[in-house]
């Protein structure tokens, strides 16, 4: 491999090891039962002071949920593209490589999403419908930060006309920060749980552009 494309793999891998290691530091690292029922909670010190300011915003909260569906659309919609693609062109194989990885992007993106869901390393903060929820790592920051780069870069590409790719481009870029921030102060999560999610939601995006990128030259 040549050396531009082992410099490639610096920031996906430093990402995604980043992720974790702060999985292991959240799992021993001051761990109190400051969460509801007594949950233990990593970095009790530092998210037990973030926690204290920003507080519970159910508005932004139920924002954010509702908004939620615009990532499944993007997904269904790149999904039936690729779906398209693989019907009119007779084999799988012939779907545009850059669907192909997204589609294993979203496969990965999901096992992340199911696994954590069982393995639980952190409850929320507070109580949703009653309910102590899994929180780490924050699923919306992770989808969000898995779905919408990465359609960012397929929407440069596709769509042709200077406005509306420019249009699309900031709207995207408007929705992911709005997303990421309000999860964040909506207080539903942790900090800690919003800092490994955008870790990880970026470390496959990074990862992806990387062999998008390895493609191309070969």
């Known amino acids: 491999m040549k050396k531009t494309n082992k410099k ?3 920031l996906p891998v430093a990402l995604l090891l980043g992720f974790a ?3 292991v530091l959240i799992s021993t690292v001051d761990t109190e039962p400051i969460g509801p029922g007594g949950s233990m909670v990593g970095f009790s010190a530092l998210n037990g002071f973030v926690f204290r300011l920003t507080g519970v915003n159910w508005g932004l909260y139920y924002i954010t949920d509702l908004l939620s569906i615009v ?4 997904a269904f919609c790149f999904g039936l593209l690729g779906l398209y693609q693989m019907i009119k062109r007779k084999s799988i194989l012939k779907v545009d490589y850059s669907i192909l990885v997204l589609g294993g992007l979203y496969i990965i993106t999901v096992a992340l999403y199911l696994f954590f869901d069982t393995v639980i390393v952190n409850h929320r903060p507070t109580l949703i419908d009653g309910v102590l929820e899994a929180s780490y790592p924050s699923s919306t920051t992770l989808l969000v930060l898995s779905i919408m780069p990465t359609a960012l870069m397929q929407f440069k590409t596709r769509i042709k006309n200077i406005f509306l790719k420019r249009f699309t481009v900031v709207l995207t870029l408007i929705f992911t920060v709005f997303m990421v921030v309000g999860r964040f102060i909506s ?3 942790w900090f800690s749980d919003i800092v490994v999610g955008v870790l990880l939601g970026t470390g496959l995006v990074c990862l992806y552009r990387y062999i998008l990128a390895l493609s191309k030259r070969k």
Do not use: D, R, S, Y
């Open 8 to 10: 490639g793999l610096i």
């Open 21 to 23: 290691v702060w999985t």
């Open 71 to 74: 990532l499944l659309f993007v």
């Open 187 to 189: 207080g539903v999560h």
